[in-house]
């Protein structure tokens, strides 16, 4: 039995086991008051259950799960901590940081988007397909576009320079890094995505990910990775958890931005932001059933309407058979709850989960990355090539 029907004009949402959040903004600096209005979140986007041994080791034939420490491509230690609190009074800059941050100003402050760039081609090989042979990687070992700033770029085994790969882009939360990502946060290291597709994890100029600093700076790697390496233009995906989940959500909605070039998307722990509804793309949305860093949409029966209208649904959620698997804080089984919508000009997928592998303010709640995640987000992708 599926967790969620949609709100509004698709039905009804099962809530969370409490109604009423109180706003932890209350104990921020005076900027970040205006928090408790609703979008993004903020503090430090670190899981806490994080059991010795959690991290995949990735097969012999892939690179290290870890860049080294001091890496360029990275801020700060890469010395990750077994265990961390969440987002207790934490704020990250930009428009995508806060404490559940109102949407962001289409004419607010933020560096102005580059210039428009032409498409990429329609499918098929990217211009860099042929120029090199072979895996490359950086000085360190690491394979990585050393010339492309925050971004770590791992290469499946596959990989040989002249047969097009889908491209898939990562954004992390806030106030962590690109390496965070990687092996921590999504636990996508030597993983099922690793092992198929290029997946580049780029980090933020900020804490947080700013729409009007951080999109440019999204387009060049696109172009530029496209440019040197081979990939297959027509699929072009990106998955993201909380402000990178955010951050989807602005580049798709935001005027300075309206971005076009995704075959698919992945938004993790997001919010609804006030855009105007953008042009359908396949998404499949997970937002925990409890998520206690979402004090206003704790269960996401506002967050998915932003994606059902942009993909022009007509007809209600229908159930959406997910396999269960057991959470990484040891409390058993997790439900993934998951239906996907009808009459929709592209595919929305919804998963309202309760995994509690996320701690905010010292209590569980399902603002992490769930168990079942990264196969069922290779299965979604998969469906779309």
Not at 201 to 216: E, F, Q
Not at 264 to 278: E, L, M
Not at 282 to 298: A, E, M
């Amino acid at each position: 039995m599926a967790n969620v029907t949609h709100a509004r004009r698709h039905g009804t949402v099962r809530s969370a086991s409490f109604s009423t959040f109180l706003c932890l903004a209350s104990a921020l600096p005076l900027a970040a008051l205006s928090a408790c209005s609703g979008g993004s979140e903020g503090g430090g986007d670190v899981p806490t259950f994080q059991p010795s041994g959690s991290n995949p080791t990735p097969p012999a034939n892939t690179p290290s799960a870890t860049a080294p420490v001091g890496d360029p491509t990275t801020s700060g230690s890469e010395s990750l901590p077994p265990t961390a609190g969440l987002d207790p009074n934490g704020v990250a800059p930009g428009n995508l940081g806060g404490n559940e941050a109102g949407p962001a100003d289409p004419n607010g402050p933020g560096a102005a988007p580059a210039a428009p760039t032409p498409p990429l081609p329609a499918g098929g090989a990217s211009t860099g397909c042929g120029l090199s042979q072979g895996t490359p990687t950086s000085p360190q070992g690491i394979p990585q576009v050393a010339n492309i700033a925050d971004t770590l770029i791992y290469f499946p085994p596959g990989y040989d320079g002249s047969t097009p790969l889908p491209l898939v882009f990562a954004f992390h939360g806030a106030n962590r890094t690109n390496a965070d990502m990687r092996s921590v946060d999504s636990r996508t290291a030597g993983g099922v995505l690793e092992m198929n597709y290029v997946v580049a994890y780029m980090k933020s100029v900020g804490g947080g990910w700013d729409i009007g600093a951080d999109y440019p700076r999204f387009a060049a790697a696109l172009d530029a990775i496209s440019s040197q390496y081979c990939i297959d233009t027509a699929h072009v995906f990106a998955f993201g958890h909380s402000s990178g989940a955010q951050f989807i959500a602005q580049m798709l909605g935001d005027s300075r931005a309206r971005e076009t070039r995704l075959a698919g998307i992945v938004p993790v722990a997001s919010s609804r932001f006030d855009n105007p509804s953008w042009s359908p793309v396949p998404t499949f949305v997970i937002h925990g059933l409890n998520d206690t860093s979402r004090q206003q949409d704790p269960d996401g029966a506002d967050d998915i309407i932003q994606y059902t209208d942009s993909n022009q649904c007509s007809g209600g959620p229908e159930p959406l058979n997910v396999a269960q698997c057991n959470s990484i804080a040891g409390t058993g089984a997790v439900n993934p709850g998951c239906v996907q919508y009808s009459g929709c000009a592209a595919p929305v997928q919804f998963c309202n989960h309760d995994d509690p592998n996320y701690i905010d303010n010292g209590n569980p709640t399902n603002h992490g990355w769930p168990c079942f995640a990264n196969d069922q987000i290779f299965q979604f992708f998969e469906s779309l090539r």
